[in-house]
């Protein structure tokens, strides 16, 4: 069963970018975009992905505090990955303070970033 990713920028270009890493890597599929923190909560508890790629600097609530929101409100586990155009070194402690299994800067993301993100979070 593929992985159901839901997408969160408020970046149409970048969503589409993600959009392409995610349908071309194997065992992903896209769920569903989001341009806010408040859509991303909304569209976390209708669509339940397995995944959300979350952009970390978002009109309305930021990509923090959202993810702290999807984690807060979903009955299935789901992994929240965060990225950003931030440095690895500034983020990455941010995003384990609020619950996300890993900060990917947007420069390096990719599918071998997904799929090595996704396999070192992936609930059992």
């Known amino acids: 069963m593929p992985v159901r990713v839901l997408i969160v920028d408020d970046q149409e270009p970048f969503r589409m970018a993600a959009r392409l890493v995610v349908e071309t890597t194997e065992g992903f599929d896209v769920v569903g975009e989001a341009?806010?923190?408040?859509?991303?909560?909304?569209?976390?508890?209708?669509?339940?992905?397995?995944?959300?790629?979350?952009d970390v600097n978002l009109p309305g609530i930021n990509g923090l505090d959202a993810t702290r929101q999807i984690l807060d409100g979903q009955s299935e586990p789901v992994v929240v990955l965060l990225l950003s155009t931030y440095e690895e070194?500034?983020?990455?402690?941010?995003?384990?303070?609020?619950?996300?299994?890993?900060?990917?800067?947007?420069?390096?993301?990719?599918?071998?970033?997904?799929?090595?993100?996704?396999?070192?979070?992936?609930?059992?």
């Open 35 to 54: 341009e806010t923190g408040e859509d991303s909560v909304a569209l976390a508890r209708e669509l339940t992905p397995d995944l959300v790629l979350m």
């Open 89 to 124: 070194e500034e983020y990455a402690p941010r995003a384990a303070e609020c619950g996300a299994a890993a900060y990917i800067p947007k420069a390096v993301f990719g599918p071998d970033r997904l799929e090595s993100a996704w396999a070192a979070a992936k609930p059992s």
